[in-house]
């Protein structure tokens, strides 16, 4: 037995096909790698464009920092450099790459320094590697430069060393995507020489920092890092040719990694972690988090958002769980996905806790079985900023007074009954008041409801009287024990209100999707579902959404609007862009955050299918990461839903290329057979006659003289039919409505068919009410000679054929019968197709005289059907209604 | 008779139709002129002073309907219009611009040379101002003089419109004549009265003249275009 031929994974190697064409599309990104500044990436970067622009490549200068640097400077000389844009920004002018008038310019290859760089606010994008995809997108060539420790899941790695942390960053993925990595090496030693010169360009803010950074050990690992990550790189490169060729799988079997993520600053660390163990496995891995039985607050659930993005952004996949326990949940999932290894952080809470609560970990690592539980250092978190994760509103004066009021009242019920009780029993009127207060208003008033409670008591009630001074120490107690109630009481009611109101929301969130989801059902078409998504975005948040889908040149309009804010020139073109690039933009995101607007794209398959703009209705009111979920979930749920309608209306519109096609060949059939016949007729007779016909008598002469005629009218008929039924379906057709006796149309038919009939004998039944008819003479004549001439053909010669006409109130009824063969059963519909034919038609007008009929009939707002005769035959009823008006 | 044959202008763009018609009508006692385009029309019609003008209705450099109206400024010369099926608006256009008659094509001959008699005797009629007292169309006797109408020998009563009805189309046997052109002659012009009067009244005559109303033997209809009374002439 053979071994099977070693053949590439079909997967794999469409995945690879595919990204090679993305490739080919995008234009190429050349990155100039570098572990720290100083090493000559711009130079070496200027050195190569030189080299291009002398073998004559259009290669322009988008932005080059020289740092003052004359080496670099004179590399500058000769080479095109795009003018940059100037920013004015706190009361000092950047200048930033000029990404419209790259665009404009459109150069082969353009030259960007800095491809971590923060841009200033104000222009498109919040970060020059957003410039740089874009210009990729536009097919320009980009070459750039980069540190290592600006790559995003380098950025812990790199902190740790060096201790300093750089907040400029690029995400792995445009690491990733960069086609050419070139790495600018330079030995730590001439680094630091360089640095001793002064050749090294370190920002002043940054001077702090440099004596940390530029250490001889932190240079020598950050080298090593940098190798290192090219290495990885370049081992993609080999994998997917490895791939691409079939070479021997050296894929470890199904790695499969999951991490456990929550709010915690930490859980940054252990997704970046993760990728970098799921790089080193070649592991598809997914951050998870379990949603828990108690609600997160505002700061918390922003941060688990950007968390989860993070891990997005980093390649993985995100899930979102629920479940008391989180540790049964995380495992659950990770054994449904056959999951090698689990990552959690290392906890920071006490001991104390884990005794109460029970330990997450030690129930995770007992209960994992198979699954490898890899516990990583949290690091140090720096203690979050306390802020108040109340998201409820500001407690207002009015509420300490309210408060305060409620005191009063208990104070005065108390001072009411003070000769019945005794003072304990007082005390529990307080509480009364403490309770009412915890239950109505916000935290500080609470607190302060049980402070002045406890201050009355005191006051008015404990001895001595009217003072504050206390005579019994016990009552220290009792003061103590009313505000731990108040206390306790109105944290109870925060989180009972904290608790409702994510289930509100939650609740209003599946209502939106659910309405919309209901909507969509019954949409039949995209700009329906356009209607639906604005409909349902616009209850959901407070402002107006406008659904934009592309029309068929490209451009984009509005298919649904609802809420007042029209859109303006500026909306729209961050909703072109969105468009475009298949990216969130606008308000609350990092592309183009100064527009008024929001915009998400629709998407479904990678297909661009339009895109939601959302407008706040207070201006700059960005959404929180709940509703942005919300909108994102709508969008998806909507796009899925266009998918489909323009699925439906592309299959609706094959199945009628397919008929229009069938309806061709039968044309084409029909023409052939029906134009053809007469003509060769017509040639053959006349042929025959042709040069005085010697040796034909005059008989045979007539007979050739009479098909030569007959013939000719046959295919006079066959193209006044084609010109009919091009009008009736081109739409051209034109009712000129007049009042006109019925008689005088079965007249004028019947005197265009005179010839046609023969002896034929033709009954007409005209009923003396009839009133005049409201139609176009020549067309309804036209309907009449096509069913009668239908008759003639199909009924066997000397069988009558029958015209009547009858009114009733609403319409007129005209009947064409014969007693031919009938109509198959069946077929009553079908015959009234085109190019259909009855069985045994002989002559025949290409079968389009029934539906030139129907075309005209329905065009004068009436019907014709086709029945089977009593005592065998074929009627034909046209009903034509009575219009008002009509003339005695 | 004049004794030589009448000299007939047909202006027709399409060569194979030229051919055809010479070959048919210099076959029979006519003479022809040719002419391609509505210009050249003109032309033939100013130095040849045909007795008869056949017009195509779709000419490259005009339209033969304008054409009519500008020989109609200057000559009585009867007009024959030839035009294409399913153009009863032109048809109309050209009658009422003051053509004589129309053929649709294809057409047969015969059909052809019994409008170009109509055409020619109506000329002549009128050219004598002193016309016949009498018209007989088979069964069907106009008296103009005694203003009666009998079919088949038995008188047929009429009233005063449908009398000026039939004697207008009698008048003009053999000839089409539309809608409008009834309107303003019959009811005179200036009338309220709408199309639909006219249909209205021709069905009642045709009630009583005609033997079958719905397959009418005297007055035929053109759809579209109008009425015509069956040409003596024939049968």
Not at chain 1, 703 to 712: D, H, R
Request: hydrophobic residues 45%.
């Amino acid at each position: 037995m053979t071994e099977p031929a070693s053949r590439p994974d079909p997967d794999a190697l469409l995945k690879r096909v595919e990204e090679a064409e993305a490739k080919r599309a995008r234009a190429r990104l050349k990155i100039f790698f570098g572990f720290a500044p100083g090493v000559g990436k711009t130079y070496a970067m200027l050195e190569a464009a030189r080299r291009l622009r002398a073998q004559g490549a259009d290669v322009v200068v988008g932005c080059i920092e020289t740092h003052g640097r004359p080496e670099t400077a004179a590399l500058l000389e000769g080479l095109e450099i795009l003018p940059r844009r100037e920013v004015a920004h706190r009361g000092i002018v950047l200048h930033e790459l000029d990404l419209d008038r790259a665009l404009a310019r459109k150069p082969a290859i353009l030259l960007v320094d800095e491809l971590a760089h923060t841009n200033a606010p104000g222009l498109r994008h919040a970060k020059r590697w957003q410039d740089v995809l874009d210009l990729l997108d536009e097919g320009i060539e980009v070459h750039a430069t980069l540190n290592v420790q600006h790559v995003e899941s380098l950025n812990d790695v790199v902190a740790q060393i060096t201790t300093v942390r750089v907040r400029e960053t690029i995400p792995d993925a445009v690491l990733e995507r960069a086609d050419e990595i070139e790495l600018i090496d330079l030995p730590a030693e001439d680094l630091l020489a360089r640095l001793r010169e002064g050749k090294v360009y370190i920002p002043d803010q940054a001077a702090r920092a440099r004596d940390n950074f530029f250490r001889r050990g932190n240079l020598l690992a950050l080298r090593e890092i940098a190798l290192r990550r090219t290495a990885d790189l370049v081992d993609v490169d080999v994998r997917a040719y490895r791939e691409e060729h079939g070479i021997g799988a050296t894929w470890p079997a199904g790695e499969r990694i999951v991490v456990g993520v929550g709010p915690s600053p930490s859980s940054a660390r252990l997704i970046r972690a993760a990728r970098r163990m799921a790089e080193g496995l070649r592991a598809p891995w997914t951050a998870v988090w379990v949603d828990g039985p108690t609600p997160l607050g505002r700061a918390d659930r922003e941060r688990l958002e950007a968390h989860l993005r993070l891990a997005e952004s980093l390649g993985g996949g995100i899930a979102r769980l629920s479940g008391d326990r989180a540790a049964e949940a995380i495992l659950t999932f990770a054994r449904r996905h056959n999951a090698t290894r689990l990552i959690v952080g290392k906890p920071t809470h006490s001991r104390l806790r884990d005794l109460v609560y029970g330990s997450f970990l030690d129930e995770l690592v007992r209960r994992s079985g198979g699954v490898d539980v890899h516990v990583i250092a949290g690091g140090k978190v720096e203690p979050l900023p306390r802020e108040s994760d109340e998201p409820e509103r500001e407690a207002a004066w009015p509420d300490y007074f309210w408060a305060a009021e409620i005191v009063a009242l208990g104070t005065a019920v108390a001072a009411a009954v003070d000769r019945f009780l005794a003072l304990p029993d007082v005390v529990m009127v307080y509480l009364v008041a403490i309770m009412i207060s915890a239950a109505r208003v916000g935290r500080g008033p609470s607190v302060f409801a049980a402070a002045l409670s406890v201050a009355a008591y005191d006051f008015f009630f404990v001895p001595p009287r009217y003072t504050f001074a206390v005579s019994d120490t016990r009552h220290i107690l009792t003061f103590g024990m009313m505000f731990a109630v108040g206390l306790l009481l109105s944290e109870m009611n925060r989180r009972v209100r904290a608790r409702e109101r994510e289930s509100r929301s939650r609740e209003a969130n599946s209502a939106a999707l659910y309405a919309l989801a209901k909507d969509l059902g019954a949409a039949a078409d995209a700009a329906s579902v356009a209607r639906a998504i604005a409909l349902r975005a616009a209850e959901a948040f407070d402002g107006a959404v406008a659904v934009l889908l592309p029309e068929s040149d490209g451009t984009l309009s509005e298919a649904a609007r609802f809420g007042d804010a029209a859109l303006d020139a500026r909306d729209r073109g961050v909703a072109r862009w969105v468009h475009e690039h298949g990216r969130a933009a606008g308000l609350g995101t990092d592309t183009l955050p100064g527009s008024r607007a929001s915009c998400v794209p629709l998407r479904a398959e990678g297909r661009a299918l339009g895109v939601i703009v959302f407008v706040p209705r207070a201006a700059g009111h960005a959404q929180d990461a709940e509703q942005r979920r919300l909108l994102e979930a709508l969008a998806q749920q909507g796009a899925l839903a266009i998918e489909r309608a323009t699925l439906a209306s592309d299959a609706e519109a094959a199945q009628l290329r397919a008929r229009t096609e069938e309806m061709r060949s039968s044309l084409l059939s029909s023409v052939s057979h029906d134009l053809r016949t007469p003509l060769a007729a017509i040639e053959g007779a006349a042929s025959a006659l042709r040069g005085g016909a010697p040796g034909l008598d005059a008989g045979a002469r007539g007979e050739l003289v009479e098909t030569i005629y007959e013939e000719s009218a046959r295919l006079e008929r066959l193209v006044g039919n084609l010109l009919e039924m091009t009008r009736v379906e081109s739409g051209s057709i034109e009712v000129k409505r007049e009042w006109v006796p019925l008689e005088e149309i079965v007249g004028a038919a019947l005197d265009r068919l005179e010839r046609h009939l023969g002896a034929r004998p033709v009954l007409t039944a005209l009923a003396d009410d009839l009133p005049l008819v409201s139609a176009d003479p020549t067309l309804l004549e036209q309907v009449l000679v096509n069913l009668v001439d239908n008759a003639i053909k199909h009924a066997p010669g000397g069988t009558p054929i029958e015209v009547s006409a009858r009114a009733t109130p609403g319409s007129v009824v005209i009947e064409v019968a014969d007693r031919g063969p009938g109509i198959p059963p069946g077929e009553e519909e079908t015959i009234f197709r085109k190019f259909r034919r009855g069985a045994g038609a002989a002559a025949s007008g290409g079968g389009l005289g029934l539906a030139i009929c129907r075309g005209i009939v329905e065009a004068h707002g009436g019907t014709i059907r086709a029945l089977r005769r009593e005592g065998g035959g074929a009627v034909f009823s046209i009903v034509i209604p009575r219009p008002p008006g009509e003339p005695s | 008779m004049s004794g030589v044959d009448p000299l007939v202008l047909l202006i027709e763009d399409e060569p194979q139709m030229r051919r055809f018609l010479r070959a048919a009508l210099t076959a029979r006692p006519y003479r022809l002129v040719e002419a391609a385009t509505a210009a050249e029309g003109m032309i033939a019609a100013t130095s040849h002073n045909p007795e008869l003008i056949l017009l195509d209705l779709g000419l490259p450099d005009g339209d033969g309907i304008e054409l009519t109206r500008r020989l109609r400024t200057w000559t009585a010369v009867p007009i024959v219009v030839i035009s294409a099926r399913g153009r009863e608006a032109d048809k109309v256009e050209a009658l009422d611009a003051g053509a004589d008659d129309y053929v649709t094509k294809p057409f047969g001959l015969d059909e052809l040379l019994a409008r170009m008699r109509v055409a020619l005797r109506h000329a002549r009629l009128s050219a004598s101002a002193n016309p016949e007292p009498v018209v007989t169309i088979g069964s069907l006797r106009v008296d103009f003089e005694s203003r009666e109408a009998s079919v088949e020998g038995r008188p047929v009563r009429l009233t005063p419109i449908e009398w000026r009805l039939l004697a207008y189309l009698a008048r003009h046997a053999g000839k089409v004549l539309t809608h409008g052109q009834i309107l303003k002659d019959v009811w005179g012009a200036g009338t309220s009265a709408e199309p639909h009067h006219v249909r209205v009244h021709m069905a009642s005559l045709r009630k009583k003249i005609e033997p079958d109303p719905a397959r009418p033997r005297f007055i035929r209809t053109e759809p579209g275009v109008g009425y015509r009374l069956r040409d003596p002439e024939t049968p």
